[in-house]
């Protein structure tokens, strides 16, 4: 099942990709181990419409956002669900590391709805990492604590908001998405139909 | 803002205790390792309707609960919207612990819905667990890997479903709350009006 990942452009690690990566939560690494962590991983850019990882395809790979966009969906009744958008300095969802390594087909597909450069590595390279620099392990629990903060944040304004207070919530805080997606994509994002979403937005250009 | 910590009951060291502990997710230590870990947290009994962390204070705990349900809630307009309930072996939200100990108030609160057995730990009594017993880190990030994939896939599935569907699936999965947790903050959790949330039990029953 490896097919989704071929003939990505192979990306060189630029003084500008380091910068970014100390910039956002490397800060505490010398420049040294830094440059020694990113050459462990690599990094490589997927053209639009790649699938990056296919339902009941067991994730082996976890991905950082450089550059780009990443879509997560489920297939639910034969219609496309989505539920996340991945952009720039954010991790990519994958279960093969969140779950420890545990065997377990993917319930959702991930795919590149931009050209989009990523950093991927294996569990295994992780683990590697950890032990070679414990500081990195370190700053990956405090990463995935911030993202969990996040997320459990995500869920309780879901569970609180109108899918038009969802829409305003991204015009403030996500603006770009709303011109580098999809109108079926957004509406289906925050919990409706697109003919619905078109109505939220008439009344809002209104007021 | 330590009031609502005030009059717990003390509750021992048992072996229950360690037992549980070790059987979920500490099998990698050894015992006494187990034991070092849970003497430098304390265990407490909390009563119903203990407020554990109010909307706005700054959370410097961490919770483990052992026994018993905790509430999460936010006030949105004045009115108390259920975002989470946290009952055995569950780990109960602590923005102390979720941003590395960055100091920001609260967006919400949580409550002791039943007498709760928690285990409490600060953020420097964590850090220095770690500096002792690495391996206690190694545990804390796979365990927050395993609840970012948990939350990333309810946020998920909450954006794909309707209260209807949410309230089944909390019937097949979790139903012991629904015997543990009053209506209206059911009602809350899977985003509708109680008189809603009626309508739909009836719905059910009669088929």
Known sequence: MEASLNFPTETPLTEDLLLNCIENGMSHFKDEEVRAIMEMTSIKTFKKG?????????????????????????????????????TENQSVTSTAISTGGRKQGSKYYLECIEDTTLSIASHE???????????????????????????????????????????????????????????????????????????????????
């Open 50 to 86: 790649t699938i990056l990882l296919h339902e009941g395809e067991i994730p082996s790979k976890c991905f950082y956002n450089y550059k780009g966009c990443v879509r997560q969906f489920y297939l639910k009744d034969g219609e496309e669900r989505t539920t996340s958008f991945f």
């Open 125 to 207: 390279q992780e683990l590697e990492l950890f032990k070679q620099f414990p500081k990195f392990e370190t700053l990956c629990r405090i990463e995935t604590e911030r993202e969990l903060t996040q997320y459990q944040e995500k869920l309780a304004y879901y569970i609180m908001t109108s899918p038009e207070e969802r829409y305003l919530n991204l015009l403030n805080n996500r603006s770009e998405l709303i011109n580098r997606v999809p109108l079926y994509q957004l509406a289906s994002y925050i919990g409706i139909k697109p003919e619905t979403l078109s109505r939220i937005r008439k009344r809002i250009l209104m007021k």
